[in-house]
């Protein structure tokens, strides 16, 4: 046989495998637990997210919604609870992408697996990838990867799209990922990749029940620190906790958060953005359900994070520009001071409004990350500026716990400012959002305050933050605070670390 005729026969083939190679095969991905953690009929699973929205609580008000933290269990036990998050969401938001990010149940593995061989298909039809963007992440970022074994058999994407089926009106797109590390440093990694997609655009979807087996009571317990420390938005106090909740010695407890590695990475992402803020919707767990029982339970907690300007800045209208101008005036303030006794000039034609309303505020000196004075008046009695001059001295020369600042400390020193809202009095402890809300206790002629930041720095529970104010600042003993006056405020804070000083 001729060489030519060997080829023209050979041609077709040649021709059918090189059009299989340039056509990605599709593999979509099938339901896996439909029929178990949810109906696996399209007419009753339509039944059921019908009453399961009905049931559960309406949208708190109209801040769009960056991400929300939803539970994955059976829709008997969870579907409440996750119906009430994902009715945070403005049914007619137009998302590009929707990013369904859960921990793997089945296999750990280094990084994330983002799935991109196909869309997913559930009994109310199918749920689009976006396959491209799932594609680069992996090609761009080594953390990524692609494979399918551990999306397979995965129930923590797939009860999750049910829930956006039935309530986004417009068509979406999803990019499931699915984290398989145990290592805190690897979900660092994961977040900087998919930090840049964190915006109004994009919906974060983070599916995770909360605590595994403990008798009912404890897991209210151990699920409300738990949350706290989510809604503190600090990666650090939420290890912290984890691992104080994981020493605590409560029987039945397995784990705290079973898809921490998912709500870690979130925290990783938002935690870099000064005005994201999270918020409790709702809190069950199995034996709230009637067909739960109270002696090993698993918790579900509904929680949202959005962009949400603080009082303080909304109220001041204080920019980026204002709030170096203010760090440049503690700092004159303080070296002119220590230097010689003397008090900085500061030309209020030349400074915004703003600056000029009247407000309280607190100014913090750290060197080399450790407190050197902190000082601070609630009252509004004389412009921003002012305030901040004043207290600044105060903390450089007046903290009792501290020597006066001399000359040869100033280089070393970085300071922060707390610009505060008008207190608000409260009746519960359940008002105070930990890493959002300073405490101020008031009882007879003692009182004591600690600013927000504090908690989110030491990671403590609300008694915690509540004890150590009362017996530290107010002196009141550690119990004190249970029969005093309780305020909360919220503060807007900047340091020198943030704002680089003005050269």
């Not at 101020?440 to 104010?469: D, N």
Request: aromatic share 8%; net charge negative.
């Amino acid at each position: 046989m001729t060489t030519c005729r060997r080829l023209l026969l050979l041609l077709p083939l040649l021709l059918l495998a090189t059009a299989c190679i340039s056509q990605e095969r599709q593999v979509d991905r099938q339901p896996a637990v439909a029929g178990q953690f949810y109906p696996g009929s399209a007419e009753e699973l339509r039944r059921t997210l019908d009453d399961l929205f009905a049931k559960a609580l309406k949208r708190a008000d109209e801040a769009q919604v960056l991400a929300l933290v939803v539970p994955h269990a059976g829709y008997v036990f969870s579907g409440e609870v996750a119906a009430s998050g994902f009715n945070q969401i403005d049914p007619e938001e137009d998302y590009e992408n929707v990013f369904v990010i859960g921990s793997s149940h089945h296999m750990a593995f280094d990084g994330a697996s983002v799935y991109s061989s196909g869309d997913f298909l559930t009994p109310l039809g199918t749920v689009k990838v976006n396959r491209r963007l799932g594609a680069d992440l992996a090609r761009e970022n080594e953390v990524f990867s692609t494979r399918l074994d551990a999306h397979i058999p995965e129930h923590s994407l797939e009860v999750q799209l049910p829930f956006l089926q039935a309530h986004l009106k417009n068509s979406f797109q999803i990019v499931p990922i699915l984290v398989g590390t145990r290592r805190p440093e690897t979900c660092r990694r994961i977040a900087a990749a998919l930090r840049p997609f964190l915006s109004e655009k994009n919906l974060f979807v983070i599916s995770s029940d909360f605590s595994h087996y403990p008798a009912y009571e404890a897991a209210v317990r151990v699920d409300k620190a738990t949350a706290d420390a989510i809604i503190s938005n600090s990666p650090d106090v939420l290890i912290q906790t984890l691992h104080q909740n994981e020493e605590s010695g409560i029987t039945g407890l397995a784990t705290s958060l079973c898809g921490w590695s998912s709500v870690l990475t979130l925290l990783y992402m938002t935690s870099q953005e000064r005005d994201v803020g999270y918020q409790v919707i709702q809190y069950r767990n199995s034996g709230d359900s009637p067909a739960g029982t109270r002696d090993g339970v698993v918790g579900y907690y509904a929680i949202i994070a959005t962009r949400q300007e603080s009082p303080a800045r909304s109220s001041l209208g204080l920019t980026e520009e204002d709030m170096a101008t203010l760090l440049a005036i503690a700092r004159r303030t303080v070296e002119a001071y220590v230097t010689g006794h003397a008090l900085a000039a500061v030309e209020p034609l030349n400074l915004s409004e703003a600056l000029k309303t009247r407000c309280g505020a607190f100014v913090t000196l750290n060197k080399h990350e450790m407190l050197r004075g902190c000082i601070g008046r609630f009252e509004a009695t004389d412009p921003l500026y002012k305030t901040v001059q004043e207290m600044a001295i105060a903390s450089a020369t007046q903290d009792i716990r501290f020597k006066p600042v001399v000359p040869g400390e100033l280089r070393d020193i970085e300071i922060e400012i707390s610009v505060l809202s008008p207190m608000e009095k409260i009746s519960s402890i359940d008002k105070i959002q930990l890493g959002k809300h300073g405490i101020y206790i008031h009882k007879g002629m003692r009182s004591g305050t600690l600013l927000p930041q504090v908690a989110k720095a030491t990671g403590w529970t609300r008694e915690e933050f509540l004890g150590y104010c009362a017996q530290e600042k107010a002196g009141i003993g550690w119990d004190g605070w249970k029969d005093a006056d309780l305020y909360v405020y919220e503060a807007l804070v900047f340091s020198e670390k943030e704002l680089p000083r003005s050269p």
